[in-house]
Structures are given as C-alpha cells and as structure tokens.
C-alpha cells in the first residue's frame, strides 16, 4: 500500500470544508490536482471516501472512519518529526514517551496542570506503542512514560505514580428514544454486533479477561477491529456496533448523547493511569518535576 501524507491532509481539508474548490485552495493546488490526489486515495484503500453527489460534498462512513485514522496518523507523525528536530537543540528539556490512546486525551491536560512548575522547561513527547515506550524508558531515551499500569516494569528498577483511575466502558450509538441500540443487560439470545481492539492491543487484553470472566453468554459478534480507541468510537457513534472505550476519551460523546452506556457497571473495566521513571538519577529539571509528582499524587 502506497500511500502519501498530503493524501491524507487533504482528506481532512475536505471533511473540514465541504468543498473541493475551498480544499484545493487551502493545500495550494488546483481543483483538479486536488481531486486527482482524493482518487488516488481512494484507489489506494479501494474504497469509496467521498459521496460526491451530496451537496455540500461529505465523506462516506468509510471516510469518515478513515478520516480518524488520518487525523492520528498525521498528528502522530507531526509529532515525531517535532521530537526529532528538537532533540539535539534544547538543553532544558523533559522527554515523556505516552501510549498512543494517552497522547490524544490525557497527557494535553496532564501537562496543563504543571504549566506552573514547566514554565521555564521544554517538553517532548514520544508517541508510541506500548511496547516501543517502555523500551525507551529502559533505554534512557524518554525520562517519562505515561502508560497504564503495566507489571513490564518492575519495582526493583523503576518506580511509578499513580495519576488517574478510569475506565474502559461498553458504549454505543442511543436510538431515536435515547436508550442503547445494543444492550448487555437484554437476557434476549440476539447477537450483538462487536467492535474489537486488535489482537497486539493491551485493551484488547483487558476485554478479553472480562468477557472470559463473565457470567453472562451474551453473544458477541466481531464485525471491526481496530488498534486505536478513536476508530472504534467513530464506529460506534455510526450505530455500527458496541465498544469498550475508555472514559476519558468520550466524555463529551456521553454529554452530547453521540454515545450512550450499554451496560450495567459490572461489564466497567478498571484502567489505573501511570507515570514511570528509572531508578538512576535524571536531570535536575526531571527530578525536580518528580518531586513535585510526588507531592500530588500516589507513590507505589
């Protein structure tokens, strides 16, 4: 698969402005250049992005869904690009690495409430798998990492804070009553269509013990699956299925109604948010930021 990153960012324009013509001025192309590049797109993922018969232009549900994936994808390479070009140019910086789920909705605010104790310091954050961070940290690339708990990391080498209990919880699209289009508590034999985290993900882990650990047989039926919570939401908030999503990435969903909760807080899996650092001594400006942790949060 041949795909280009300005493929991607004009997907995004044109899910922003409706229009190619507006697009195709905001990317610095002409129309047709513009729409050649959206054809190649869709030739690439053989598949439909654009319903170009409505008026204004919209994305289907495939490029809508495709439209997160896109959103990440360059956010995330944004990123590492940022973290590449400024490692070797700052003196007074703290490196963080975060799990790809935390980088989007926690770690923003995270850093919000130390704006007062970082004000004089840089920042970085590396995105990555969770895998891929925790070896940063064991390899003194990262100072950080912001991970859910994890026992990759064991005490004898590294400590760790608790910074925030959350939940992965079962959610879906509300009907035109604003009750659940799926439920788990319906003792009906009715399948329920499944929207799954990929195999390698650790919230699929997560799911998985609790449904093996479930006195309920509510059948579910796998009918998408996706590494990032965000796909899924997306998928979701269509009516396509039932998720477990994490609670911080959906609050405003659950606010608006764009997302309703399909079960009881039985099926609420706990997910316990972490800092993690190496037992050998940092930089000043990092050890000093643990000490401030420290003081607000718990120590294990």
């Known amino acids: 698969m041949n795909i280009e990153s300005k493929w991607l960012e004009d997907l995004l324009s044109l899910a922003k402005t409706h229009s190619f013509s507006r697009s195709a001025k905001e990317r610095y192309v002409t129309q047709p250049a513009f729409s050649r590049r959206i054809k190649a797109l869709e030739a690439a993922l053989e598949c439909k992005l654009v319903d170009r018969s409505s008026t204004p232009v919209q994305l289907t549900e495939q490029g809508a869904l495709f439209a997160v994936t896109a959103s990440n994808l360059i956010n995330q390479l944004r990123d590492s690009v940022s973290y590449l070009q400024s490692y070797n140019k700052r003196t007074e910086v703290i490196d963080f690495a975060v799990s790809h789920t935390l980088s989007l909705s926690f770690f923003p605010a995270f850093l919000n409430s130390l704006q007062h104790e970082l004000a004089n310091i840089n920042t970085r954050q590396l995105v990555a798998n969770v895998d891929d961070s925790i070896q940063a940290l064991k390899n003194g690339i990262t100072d950080f990492l912001i991970a859910f708990a994890t026992p990759a990391l064991p005490t004898e080498q590294f400590q760790k804070l608790v910074l925030q209990t959350e939940h992965l919880i079962p959610v879906c699209k509300a009907d035109e009553h604003g009750m659940p289009l799926y439920s788990l508590n319906n003792e009906d034999d009715a399948s329920i269509p499944y929207l799954s985290y990929s195999k390698e993900v650790y ?20 009918v998408f699956e996706s590494s990032m919570a965000d796909s899924l939401k997306a998928m979701a908030m269509q009516g396509l299925g039932l998720a477990w999503v994490p609670t911080f990435a959906i609050t405003n969903e659950l606010k608006q109604g764009s997302l309703v909760v399909c079960g009881e807080e039985s099926w609420n899996i706990p997910l316990t948010i972490c800092v993690y650092r190496c037992n050998h001594s940092l930089s000043d400006s990092a050890e000093n930021l643990w000490n401030v942790l420290q003081q607000h949060w718990v120590n294990e």
């Open 203 to 222: 919230f699929n882990r997560c799911v998985d013990n609790r449904l093996k650990n479930s006195n309920n047989n509510k059948k579910l039926n796998q």
